[in-house]
């Protein structure tokens, strides 16, 4: 590259998106719009009860109705011995996701799958789900984490012995595993404390939301070779991930990705595809399916639940000298919460000298939890930076000064294990503190909260291919799908390096079998690590380019430079140039077609930090919340599309804000779920919500060419101890149990009344 | 027995045969492949299948399809006019007003029905008009935005065709 950052003409700019045109007119083919002539349609039955033992499974009545044409049960699936359930013990654990699709023996939540039937319409699907006939043992059930880890709580798995305790349980429990992560010596931190502040905090599954249920449509030629087009976080998740469920070769699928609609996270899995690869594989016909969304919400998701116990030491002056935790996470009803990244995160913000945090991972009579946007941080975050809040009311100190005394920084030891290179924490304190936000007048009844978190970001595997077209301009094609506007940073970048303007580049995302691999897109890496790709890629091209201006010319390859999209030397005492345009329609003559393929695997993903500011007022009658104000800051590295990343802050404030105030399952005593809808599973609605300010902090990673850290999943931790802080701050009564609904607000307030006389 | 139903789609004359019970989303989408409405809860909560029946706003899952017996039906496919992008679809592009794009059909069904009865909507009228569309993205502040901005793009052409129109 030859500009320097202050020349920059596309990163950081904000044209129209590449895909945008079919977004605003409904021509974005999204999974349930795609259609194949002659496709059947697939419908799956799903238990009524939270647990159950499967006496007897009948499917005759329901084969013999006419219309249908197949019907798959877990005897389908092929059989996963357990020492080949995992990839070198790595989650996901295939015999559990093989056991999720479709119910083996017994069924452990509401919802859970237990045959899947093919039929010429959906009625007749939905028919011959009526006419299967099975016969059910109803067992004892648990929903609540800590029920589930008393010692007579109903028992989901007969061979779940908790993990990480020595000597092992000699019984098994609900208890997956047990995580402990040690940093200093937390009793000498707490013996030199002046202050030693506890609380205890509850927080609720919530569903990651994504408007678009789970669809897919599957094919099988007789040859065995499938198709499968659906929307999901990664066409090579889905591709794996079906070849392991169905012991098939990964070159017999291939998956094109369609438009997602919303993942979270939540996509990051598969429920449905393997399903209607069987049927398809069984009928001779293409199975179209697509969840309801009472079916979104009983057998997909969620984020865990969580009952927090946490404790912080600080010295007069407000500097923390320890920490500890203790985080149950409710995994749903196999193992796999991610209580370990709650204990990584907790407190990673802050320089504490000793953190000792203690994660168990149990299982509970709910669907299989799935990843939800910086999977397990929000939680912990929130009792952490509840703590903290507790802790400036305690010292009569202002939140970000408290904060500010306690930064990470470059060359910080988290408690997690590692040092801090260059990290942008402290600027966005500084931000938040220097906002107008931070020192506007509040009313009676109102509260500003603070808090901060933390997301690692990760790096990984991934390909791009950028190809010169005759005509000069130039194809971007990747193998993530775009949930938020990559397409747009993806083209941003390439332009740049080859100083073109992005109109002239076209992305692309290619289906499994025209690209190299890609890990899914998850972890805010996609800007980051495909970015590097692309970035690598259009740096080969450019190389290409040069070469060829230099055999044209026939000039050494060192005597040519590249500037403002074309090669440019200096031949005979002349200035010549080669447009792209001009390079590409001579390829012919100099080696022929002009493209770069890089496959890497990207390291060096910067983590990100924010911090956010949240003003709310409390009707001290009923206990509603309304948000007033809210300001997000984050050091986002380099803002490749600022709009689209101010986006990614906004919408994680909102679903941040819908965790803390409204969202929550319900059940019946049965553990059946009241709510499997968007009326009674109340996600915020644009009424609810005031404009959500963004400052956009840059603090250049400097592993990645533009600086770009990832930004995706920072903004949904910090909202749930904004919001909290700002409620307790309102009220003057804390508040440690999510959601805050109006009842639950109003209890606390009456409390801390009764409390004070 | 199917019914046969006359109606029209964005200005044309659309005939189909259809169940009873069959929705007006379900024949939207899987009869005359208008996919440019979604199906995000098929209960009424989304917005997501937002269609505009002779001049009413509605959930088009929440509709039977004999319902629309001789009525005009807007969709998101007859919102631009031709290669021309109608004001709301182009503000939601440049103000980024869309992340995964699912609800954006929707919400521009919506927005549409509002300036077509209120053209300078404060933004409160915003939010509680398009309350009934749910969006999980963006947190809803380019969207109203961008509605709001194409309520002025939309008034300023207006008088300025009114003001051209009065010159002699």
Redesign the interface.
Known sequence: MSRTPENWRSVGT?P??P???D????????S??F?LPDALHGAVLRSPFAHARILRLDTSRAMALEGVKAIVTARDLPLIPADQATTDGQPPDFRDMSANILARDKVLYEGHAIAAIAAVDAQTAEHALTLVDVEYEVLPHVIDVQQAMEPDAPVLHDSLVTQGITPAPSHPSNIASRHEQVHGDVERGFAQADIILTEEFTTQPVH??????HACMARVASDGQTDVWCSSQGQFMVRAYCARLLDMPLSQIRVTPL??????GGKTTVYLEPLAILLARRSGRPVKM?M??AEVFRATGPASGSYISMKIGALKDGTLVAAQGILCYQAGAFPGSPVRLGCMTAFAPYDIANVKMIGYDVVVNRPKSAAYRAPGAPMASFAAESLLDMLALRLDMDPIDLRIRNAARPGTRAAYGISFKEIGYLETLQAAKAHPHYSAPLARNQGRGVASGFWFNIGGQSSAALTLNEDGTVMVTTANPD???SRASMALMAAEVLEIDVSRVRPEIADTSSIAYSDLTGGSRVTFAVGMAVTQAASELLAKLRERAAMLWDTAVDEVTWRDGCAHACVDGKDVQLSLASLAAQAGKTGGPIAAHVSLNAQGAGPGFGTHICDVEVDPDTGRVTVLRYTAVQDVGKAV?P??V???L??????GIGWALNEAYLYDDNGVQLNP???DYR???????P??DTVLVEVPNPRHPFGVRGVGEVPIIPPLGAVANAVSRATNARHADLPMSPPVVLKAIQRAARKRR | MKQHICTHINGEATEFLCATEDTLLQVLRDNLRLTGTKEGCATGDCGACSVVLDNRLVCSCLVLAVEAQHSRIETVEGLADGDTLHPLQQAFLDHAALQCGICTPGFLVAAKALLDRNPSPSESEVRFWVAGNLCRCTGYDKIVRAILAAADTMRNTNSRTTDAGAQP
């Open positions: 904000r129209v998106r895909d945008g045109i977004k605003v007119t409904g021509r974005a083919v999204f349930a719009d259609n990651q939301g994504y408007i678009e249920p438009e997602i609609g919303g993942g979270f697509q309801s969304r949930i938020g506007g599309h709009a689209y101010e986006g990614q906004q919408g994680g404030a909102a679903q809808g968007f009326l996600m915020p609605v644009a009424s609810d919500l404009m959500i």
